[in-house]
């Protein structure tokens, strides 16, 4: 409902723009006919004071033209100069309402969307929680329902780790420590959790051993952690996950390619904005909030790195990040 409003509202700014944009442009077109209906009537005029029998008659022809022409040229440079700074003004504050409004509509679809993952694993907790004291259960049973408890507030953890991170990131106020690391150790232990953690799912990895950056460990890992995760909620059970990273030149390529729905070409330039999630928040089925490729694209990039976006075969999204090398990438 909400969404909806926002959108008529994006539909009356533009339409009142164009109004006025029309306006403005017929207004400086009126200006300019009669300015130069005026320009031609003073021609008219000098040239019927002047007599053809008194001498330099051509000559005073021509400095009439001559005259003529440059007060056109006077009407159309001012004309185009008064006309340009309003037009560039009018077109500075339609796109700052405009992004206000889709900022406002993304920061509405994050509140939706954090509201639901806080909920979730609350209600989860204290469920198990009352289960477990209202009832006599089995020690399997109990061990059971607390390691699905503790899950649940790993998610919790992550979400405001995420939420926290972004808001430093984002002031320049978070603290660099970046010290050499073995990026493929990382990537090897993170896979092997996730494996754990998710043995339903069909994880392929080829990892090129001893690769060195220079980077910071939590960021690096907070990167691997986001795209892993954003790789398993996008593709069903049964449908393959391919992590990969390997040496190219002066950098390392890293890359999570999943066999999901994949992304719209006309999304994949928006999906590391800031709150921004493809589709509708009151219809999609995936969980998130909109921060995770944002913080993915802001270590990406205070790591000296960049981030490319495929579409996999026959189906799905591969993210592929550079980062530099360290200078001595045999870690001594």
């Known amino acids: 409902m909400k969404n909806s409003l926002k959108g008529q509202q994006l539909n009356i700014l533009t339409t009142a723009f164009c109004f006025l944009l029309v306006y403005i442009v017929s207004g400086f077109i009126w200006w300019f006919v009669s300015l130069e209906k005026q320009n031609q009537q003073m021609y008219q005029y000098r040239l019927e004071e002047l007599r053809k029998d008194e001498s330099y008659y051509y000559e005073k022809v021509e400095a009439l033209k001559d005259a003529k022409k440059r007060k056109t ?6 004309g185009s100069t008064f006309l340009l700074v309003i037009l560039s003004g009018g077109l500075f504050v ?10 406002s509509k993304r920061q509405q679809n994050f509140m939706m969307a954090v509201t639901h993952e806080l909920k979730t694993p609350v209600a989860i907790i204290k469920l198990n929680i009352e289960t477990i004291l209202k009832r006599d259960f089995e020690k399997e049973k109990r061990d059971k329902l607390l390691s699905n408890s503790v899950e649940e507030t790993k998610r919790l953890d992550v979400l405001i780790s995420n939420i926290l ?19 493929s150790e990382m990537l090897h232990h993170s896979v092997i959790d996730f494996q754990n953690r998710y043995s339903d799912r069909i994880i392929l990895s080829h990892i090129e051993k001893s690769i060195f950056i220079l980077g910071e460990y939590q960021l690096i890992q907070l990167l691997i952690n986001n795209f892993l995760d954003n790789a398993r909620k996008y593709s069903q059970r049964g449908n393959e996950i391919t992590i990969g990273l390997k040496q190219n030149n002066k950098y390392c390529e ?13 999304e994949k330039k928006k999906i590391f904005d800031k709150f921004y999630r493809v589709g509708n928040e009151e219809t999609r089925k995936s969980k998130g909030t909109g921060l995770g490729l944002f913080l993915c694209h802001k270590i990406v990039t205070d790591h000296k790195g960049e981030i490319f976006v495929h579409d996999n075969q ?13 200078k001595n990438n045999n870690g001594i």
């Open 73 to 78: 040229f006077q009407y159309i440079g001012e």
């Open 94 to 103: 339609y796109w700052t309402a405009r992004q206000q409004l889709l900022l």
């Open 165 to 183: 991170m972004a808001s430093q990131l984002e002031t320049n106020e978070y603290s660099f420590n970046k010290q050499m690391m073995n990026l």
């Open 254 to 266: 890293l890359s999570f390619a999943d066999q999901g729905a994949g992304i719209p070409d006309k």
């Open 314 to 326: 026959p189906h799905g999204t591969i993210f592929t990040i550079q980062l530099p090398l360290s």
